[in-house]
């Protein structure tokens, strides 16, 4: 079968490439994966706390709205590190390269290729949202829950509109952003007191 023109599909050069394990592409490819793996291990952590925190009881620090943003914030990161991974930093190490070209151009590809584009619009458009639920908190201190409730989950929402942005994100942003909100958050500080109950320790500073 002839290659298609500019592709390397059923290009023979291509086809006969050899990986080599030991190059510096998948040095660069593999090494983010060490400090990637905690990062999610924290991620999860975050996103349990969500689920099993009782928003309705009022705490100083602790806004349902807010959480959300930051853990939807950090599971596009991580979404947009996985497919640009699978897009760029694992391709550009070359243990594909002979099997890509043997195949024909499919959908398969192309659809890693739209979820690394999808996954980079939310990892920027979230972190809009960090301070527009904390102005709706300060301007509207009485009725601000209904309010983001509509900003999230209204039939015709606001982010519904804007989740198409122009696309940014990085493993920076996954993981300090992951790791400092796990550390400082007070939802994740907690201390026993002598009736063996929890009690989330606030700093006042």
């Given at each position: 079968m002839s290659a298609p023109p500019d592709t390397i599909h059923f290009n023979q050069t291509y086809m006969n490439y050899r990986?080599?394990?030991?190059?510096?592409?998948?040095?660069?490819?593999?090494?983010?994966?060490i400090y990637m793996f905690p990062t999610l291990v924290v991620i999860c952590r975050i996103i349990g706390i969500y689920f099993k925190t009782n928003w309705e009881i009022q705490e100083a620090g602790k806004n349902q709205h807010v959480f959300?943003?930051?853990?939807?914030?950090?599971?596009?990161?991580?979404?947009?590190?996985?497919?640009?991974?699978?897009?760029?930093?694992l391709p550009a190490t070359g243990l594909f390269t002979s099997w890509c070209a043997s195949i024909a151009p499919n959908s398969g590809l192309l659809l890693i290729s739209f979820l690394a584009s999808y996954t980079n619009y939310l990892a920027m458009i979230y972190p809009f949202f960090m301070p527009v639920v904390r102005l709706i908190i300060m301007m509207h201190p009485k009725n601000h829950m209904r309010l983001s409730y509509y900003l999230f989950y209204g039939s015709h929402?606001?982010?519904a509109y804007t989740l198409l942005v122009r696309p940014f994100?990085?493993?920076a942003q996954a993981c300090l952003v992951s790791w400092i909100f796990y550390?400082?958050?007070p939802v994740f500080n907690k201390t026993t007191v002598t009736n063996g109950a929890f009690e989330r320790r606030v700093n006042t500073a």
């Amino acid at each position: 079968m002839s290659a298609p023109p500019d592709t390397i599909h059923f290009n023979q050069t291509y086809m006969n490439y050899r990986y080599e394990w030991n190059g510096f592409p998948t040095i660069l490819a593999f090494v983010p994966w060490i400090y990637m793996f905690p990062t999610l291990v924290v991620i999860c952590r975050i996103i349990g706390i969500y689920f099993k925190t009782n928003w309705e009881i009022q705490e100083a620090g602790k806004n349902q709205h807010v959480f959300l943003v930051i853990s939807l914030t950090q599971i596009s990161c991580f979404s947009f590190y996985i497919f640009n991974f699978l897009l760029v930093r694992l391709p550009a190490t070359g243990l594909f390269t002979s099997w890509c070209a043997s195949i024909a151009p499919n959908s398969g590809l192309l659809l890693i290729s739209f979820l690394a584009s999808y996954t980079n619009y939310l990892a920027m458009i979230y972190p809009f949202f960090m301070p527009v639920v904390r102005l709706i908190i300060m301007m509207h201190p009485k009725n601000h829950m209904r309010l983001s409730y509509y900003l999230f989950y209204g039939s015709h929402s606001i982010m519904a509109y804007t989740l198409l942005v122009r696309p940014f994100g990085n493993d920076a942003q996954a993981c300090l952003v992951s790791w400092i909100f796990y550390k400082t958050h007070p939802v994740f500080n907690k201390t026993t007191v002598t009736n063996g109950a929890f009690e989330r320790r606030v700093n006042t500073a």
